[in-house]
């Protein structure tokens, strides 16, 4: 397994087998592709209950318990079913769509982006009420920057914003 970062969001790229530390470490990446001949594992990981809590909240308790305690194996389209990756591709494909996603994320405005991913992890801890509060907090920070500027100067000019980063 193979963990790319491209504009602060770390995307796991998994080909073979993972399991034990990789298997922990794929459970921390923001996004998760998987090669059609991949395969996943709990068993062997080094921390069993802290993958257990990560586990819960990215799969739902059924599904964690099933891989954890049932010592399952699942392949691609199983760990795509469940939840524990956001795509599969054929395994000859994983580098390119690496390459292609990373080149979309580079191309968003970082600040923007930084501000969902870090919205949709704490999320997950959050009352309704609360998470609204959370986005008007995001939106109103956002706003002010130099990239939404600039987002909005390109869509009336018709063309592609260039992001700074401000």
């Known amino acids: ?9 770390n995307v796991a790229l998994v080909a073979g087998r ?7 470490r794929l459970l921390e990446a923001d996004l998760r592709i998987a090669g059609d001949g991949a395969t996943f594992s709990a068993g062997g990981v080094a921390d069993p209950v802290a993958c257990a809590v990560r586990l819960t909240r990215l799969l739902g308790e059924a599904a964690a318990k099933e891989l954890l305690l049932a010592d399952r194996t699942a392949d691609a389209a199983n760990a795509l079913r469940l939840g524990l990756v956001t795509r599969v591709v054929p395994g000859s494909a994983l580098g ?6 990373a080149e979309r994320l580079r191309a968003l ?4 982006l930084s501000a969902v991913r870090d919205a949709v992890r704490e999320a997950r801890a959050l ?3 609360d998470a609204l509060a ?4 995001h939106f109103r920070r956002l706003i002010a920057t130099q990239d939404h500027k600039a987002a909005v100067a390109a869509f009336f000019a018709r063309r ?7």
């Open 18 to 24: 993972c399991a034990g530390a990789d298997f922990g």
């Open 134 to 137: 959370l986005e008007h907090e």
């Open 1 to 9: 397994m193979e963990i790319v970062e491209a504009a602060g969001i």
């Open 127 to 129: 009352t309704p009420g």
């Open 96 to 101: 390119e769509t690496a390459r292609d996603v």
């Open 109 to 112: 405005p970082p600040l923007a």
């Open 160 to 166: 592609e914003p260039a992001f700074t980063g401000q």
